[in-house]
């Protein structure tokens, strides 16, 4: 989890943050700008701990959000304000969502059974999404915070996504995908607006940056320093977590700039997720679905899964598995889990007789306080619902 949050969540921030500012600023590199941001987001984020990420985030939402409708507008404003003038410009190929077989980026079946595996690891085991959820005033918070995430996300093809696709209309010579977004803030916001746009594609990247750093030098400090040292004061603790921090900082920093040597960023992303959470997803969905799981088949899956995961890695790197590789992430999960059952189900250690374990165990006697159309299950309904409707209307 430490090594993933280095290399995907800081690393991939920074990186697309460092984009924006060369193009704003040629005169600051991409390996300059990646160190800048990690230097300020390390500082607030160590000085300031959770409650500074939580809070900042807030804001920088704010931000965001406004600076991504405004965009929106603006590349409207390029097909007369016209939603449907501006969707009949965009090539038939571009309006879906579903590629072919053979596409390169993309391809269905990648989109169909490697996306969900990712998505599943990225938004609901990621420790810095998670320390959200568990700091949280209540239960009942948390899950009304998680709901808000998931509305929110559905914006994101409104909002970035189809921007992105008109901008192919707008900028027909941009040949470079990772700086789509920032060329349009530079050529279709007036100067006063622009500042808000890049302060708001600014304040997520630090968003990003800022919950990574602090849920790594969580790992870091909880797992390994005080455990190896019970006797550290809290404050002590806060002291090796503001230095884990910079630590995490620096190496990040340096790693952030050879991503420019990868087929894109997105690419990037997948490639390493695709590989690395699929030993992940099958022990966190068996403990959370299966009563029969054992302690012993998550440490087999593990162990053995990510091992298999990193010699697929390699083979694919070096070419020997021609297969894309959200589709490899569906086939490691696959036979991870596949693994796990066997070990569980030959195991002698067995919890079949615990309760209050599962997902099944904790909601079939729960009854929910608040109207039915409060019912957190209600809503969770109703987004899943909204998710296939655009998935089924963008096809």
Known sequence: TILLTLLVDISSSLFAGALAINLFYPEISVSQGCYLIALFSGIYTAAGGLAAVVYTDVLQTVILLLASSIVLFATLGQFNFSWAEAMAQLPSDHRSL???????????????????????????TNQYVVQRILGAKSVEAARWGTLLGGALKLTTLFLIV???????????????????????????????????????????????????????????????????????????????????????????????????????????LQLILSYAVPPVVVVFLAATFWRGGTGRA???????????????????????IMLHFTVMAGILTLVCGLLFVIVSLTSEESIRNLTNLTYLDLTKTERSASAWYFDYRFIATILVVLTGGIILSNW
């Not at 390169?104 to 969900?116: D, Y």
């Open 98 to 124: 579903i590629r072919p077989a053979s596409d390169s980026t993309l391809p269905w079946v990648g989109t169909l059974i490697g996306l969900p595996i990712i998505g599943f690891y990225y938004w609901g």
């Open 162 to 268: 189809i921007p992105g696709a008109l901008a192919l209309n707008i900028f027909p010579g941009i040949s470079d995908s990772d700086i789509i977004f920032p060329t349009m803030l530079v050529e279709l916001l007036p100067p006063g607006v622009l500042g808000l746009a890049l302060a708001g594609l600014l304040a997520a990247i630090m968003s990003s940056v800022d919950s990574a750093l602090n849920a790594s030098s969580s790992l870091i400090v909880l797992d390994f320093i005080q455990p190896s040292r019970p006797s550290l004061s809290d404050k002590d603790l806060v002291a090796y977590g503001r230095k884990t921090i910079l630590i995490i900082m620096v190496l990040a920093g340096f790693w952030a700039p050879q991503i420019q040597h990868f087929s894109g960023l997105f690419n990037y």
């Open 298 to 320: 998550a440490n087999a899956t593990l162990i053995l899964g990510h091992s298999l995961c990193f010699i697929a890695l390699l083979l694919h790197v070096n070419g020997w």
